[in-house]
Protein backbone atom coordinates (compact mmCIF):
# COMPACT_ATOMS: atom_id res chain seq x y z
CA UNK A 1 0.00 0.00 0.00
CA UNK A 2 1.16 3.60 -1.16
CA UNK A 3 2.61 5.43 2.22
CA UNK A 4 2.29 8.89 1.07
CA UNK A 5 -1.00 9.04 -0.30
CA UNK A 6 -3.48 11.42 0.60
CA UNK A 7 -5.97 8.79 1.88
CA UNK A 8 -3.49 7.04 4.58
CA UNK A 9 -2.84 4.09 5.24
CA UNK A 10 -5.77 1.02 7.10
CA UNK A 11 -4.55 -0.41 8.99
CA UNK A 12 -5.63 -3.66 10.75
CA UNK A 13 -4.93 -4.95 13.82
CA UNK A 14 -6.14 -7.86 16.58
CA UNK A 15 -5.27 -9.52 19.94
CA UNK A 16 -3.80 -12.43 20.36
CA UNK A 17 -7.00 -14.69 21.24
CA UNK A 18 -8.79 -12.59 17.81
CA UNK A 19 -11.78 -11.54 20.09
CA UNK A 20 -11.01 -7.98 19.46
CA UNK A 21 -9.81 -6.61 16.17
CA UNK A 22 -9.39 -3.28 15.23
CA UNK A 23 -8.93 -0.82 11.83
CA UNK A 24 -8.07 2.39 11.20
CA UNK A 25 -6.59 4.83 8.97
CA UNK A 26 -3.07 6.24 9.93
CA UNK A 27 -1.41 8.83 7.90
CA UNK A 28 1.51 7.86 10.31
CA UNK A 29 2.46 3.97 10.55
CA UNK A 30 6.09 4.24 10.57
CA UNK A 31 7.09 3.16 14.06
CA UNK A 32 10.14 5.29 14.88
CA UNK A 33 9.23 6.30 18.02
CA UNK A 34 10.09 4.27 20.99
CA UNK A 35 8.89 4.56 24.11
CA UNK A 36 10.93 3.52 27.86
CA UNK A 37 8.00 4.89 29.91
CA UNK A 38 7.61 3.28 33.09
CA UNK A 39 3.61 2.65 32.63
CA UNK A 40 4.26 1.02 29.19
CA UNK A 41 6.72 -1.15 29.96
CA UNK A 42 4.78 -2.91 33.19
CA UNK A 43 1.80 -3.19 31.33
CA UNK A 44 2.98 -4.42 27.89
CA UNK A 45 6.17 -5.08 27.64
CA UNK A 46 10.37 -4.32 27.60
CA UNK A 47 9.18 -0.74 25.37
CA UNK A 48 6.14 0.48 23.14
CA UNK A 49 6.72 1.93 19.42
CA UNK A 50 4.36 4.59 18.83
CA UNK A 51 2.01 5.25 15.81
CA UNK A 52 -1.10 7.44 15.27
CA UNK A 53 -4.53 6.43 14.35
CA UNK A 54 -7.62 8.47 13.37
CA UNK A 55 -9.85 8.21 16.25
CA UNK A 56 -12.89 8.87 13.86
CA UNK A 57 -11.91 6.13 11.73
CA UNK A 58 -11.36 3.51 14.55
CA UNK A 59 -13.88 0.55 14.10
CA UNK A 60 -13.82 -1.95 16.49
CA UNK A 61 -15.09 -5.38 16.25
CA UNK A 62 -15.37 -7.53 19.79
CA UNK A 63 -15.90 -3.90 21.83
CA UNK A 64 -17.19 -6.14 24.27
CA UNK A 65 -14.40 -7.71 25.36
CA UNK A 66 -12.31 -4.61 25.99
CA UNK A 67 -11.17 -3.14 29.19
CA UNK A 68 -9.49 -0.29 30.39
CA UNK A 69 -6.69 0.45 32.37
CA UNK A 70 -6.03 3.82 33.75
CA UNK A 71 -2.30 4.35 35.78
CA UNK A 72 -2.67 5.94 39.10
CA UNK A 73 0.33 8.77 38.55
CA UNK A 74 1.77 10.14 41.67
CA UNK A 75 2.32 13.69 42.08
CA UNK A 76 4.86 15.84 43.06
CA UNK A 77 3.62 16.55 46.75
CA UNK A 78 3.16 12.52 46.86
CA UNK A 79 -0.70 12.98 46.17
CA UNK A 80 -2.11 10.30 43.76
CA UNK A 81 -4.58 10.88 40.59
CA UNK A 82 -6.21 8.53 37.92
CA UNK A 83 -3.94 9.05 34.36
CA UNK A 84 -6.33 10.56 31.69
CA UNK A 85 -4.39 8.32 29.58
CA UNK A 86 -6.86 5.04 28.50
CA UNK A 87 -4.81 1.82 27.72
CA UNK A 88 -7.79 -0.48 25.95
CA UNK A 89 -6.78 -4.70 25.94
CA UNK A 90 -8.39 -7.45 25.69
CA UNK A 91 -10.42 -8.75 28.83
CA UNK A 92 -9.40 -12.65 27.31
CA UNK A 93 -6.03 -12.34 26.52
CA UNK A 94 -4.73 -9.38 28.20
CA UNK A 95 -3.19 -7.80 24.92
CA UNK A 96 -2.93 -4.29 24.67
CA UNK A 97 -4.43 -2.81 21.78
CA UNK A 98 -4.28 1.00 21.88
CA UNK A 99 -3.68 3.83 23.84
CA UNK A 100 -6.86 6.67 23.64
CA UNK A 101 -6.30 10.32 25.83
CA UNK A 102 -9.26 12.84 25.56
CA UNK A 103 -6.84 15.96 25.83
CA UNK A 104 -5.47 14.64 22.17
CA UNK A 105 -9.03 13.07 21.36
CA UNK A 106 -8.66 12.95 17.44
CA UNK A 107 -5.62 10.62 17.73
CA UNK A 108 -4.90 7.12 19.60
CA UNK A 109 -1.84 5.42 19.74
CA UNK A 110 -2.05 1.48 18.69
CA UNK A 111 0.15 -0.64 20.25
CA UNK A 112 2.88 -2.45 17.41
CA UNK A 113 2.46 -6.09 18.49
CA UNK A 114 -1.46 -6.23 18.11
CA UNK A 115 -0.90 -4.61 14.42
CA UNK A 116 -1.55 -7.28 11.39
CA UNK A 117 -0.78 -5.07 8.80
CA UNK A 118 2.70 -4.96 7.51
CA UNK A 119 4.18 -1.30 9.01
CA UNK A 120 7.50 -0.06 7.01
CA UNK A 121 10.74 -0.67 8.38
CA UNK A 122 12.51 2.13 9.88
CA UNK A 123 16.23 2.12 9.84
CA UNK A 124 18.10 2.47 13.32
CA UNK A 125 19.25 6.07 12.54
CA UNK A 126 15.84 7.32 12.21
CA UNK A 127 14.54 6.02 15.18
CA UNK A 128 13.66 8.26 18.23
CA UNK A 129 13.78 6.74 21.98
CA UNK A 130 11.62 8.45 24.26
CA UNK A 131 11.03 8.50 28.70
CA UNK A 132 14.71 7.30 28.75
CA UNK A 133 14.75 8.32 32.52
CA UNK A 134 12.66 4.72 33.04
CA UNK A 135 14.00 2.70 30.75
CA UNK A 136 15.12 -0.75 32.06
CA UNK A 137 19.05 -0.85 32.65
CA UNK A 138 18.94 -4.01 30.82
CA UNK A 139 17.31 -2.88 27.45
CA UNK A 140 19.76 -1.43 25.28
CA UNK A 141 19.68 1.50 22.64
CA UNK A 142 20.60 -0.08 19.57
CA UNK A 143 23.83 1.26 17.88
CA UNK A 144 23.26 3.92 15.29
CA UNK A 145 20.36 5.69 17.15
CA UNK A 146 21.72 9.35 16.68
CA UNK A 147 22.24 11.25 20.28
CA UNK A 148 19.85 14.05 18.91
CA UNK A 149 17.02 10.84 18.76
CA UNK A 150 17.59 10.03 22.22
CA UNK A 151 15.16 11.97 24.64
CA UNK A 152 15.27 11.73 28.81
CA UNK A 153 11.15 12.41 28.49
CA UNK A 154 9.41 13.36 25.21
CA UNK A 155 10.80 14.20 21.97
CA UNK A 156 11.08 17.76 20.50
CA UNK A 157 9.03 16.78 17.55
CA UNK A 158 6.01 14.82 17.54
CA UNK A 159 5.06 11.92 15.16
CA UNK A 160 2.95 13.76 12.48
CA UNK A 161 6.07 16.44 12.40
CA UNK A 162 8.32 13.06 11.67
CA UNK A 163 6.31 12.06 9.37
CA UNK A 164 5.74 14.88 7.45
CA UNK A 165 9.61 15.74 7.36
CA UNK A 166 9.86 12.38 6.23
CA UNK A 167 7.72 13.13 2.95
CA UNK A 168 4.69 11.80 4.44
CA UNK A 169 1.31 13.24 3.71
CA UNK A 170 0.06 14.45 6.96
CA UNK A 171 -3.07 16.50 7.39
CA UNK A 172 -3.01 19.92 9.07
CA UNK A 173 -6.13 18.50 11.52
CA UNK A 174 -3.65 15.58 12.43
CA UNK A 175 -2.51 16.35 15.77
CA UNK A 176 0.93 17.63 16.13
Known amino acids: QELKNKDGMVIEGSCHCGKVK ?3 ISYTPCPFNVCHCHTDTKTA ?11 SSLEVTGKEHLQ ?35 RW ?51 NRSIAKWHRDHGYFVPDDVPS
Open 22 to 24: IKF
Open 45 to 55: GAYTVNIMGVT
Open 68 to 102: TYRAVLENPDGTTKLSQHERKFCSHCASYLYAWDE
Open 105 to 155: AAAFYPFYSCIDTPLPAIPTVQQSHMMLESKMDFILVPPGVPSENMFEQFP
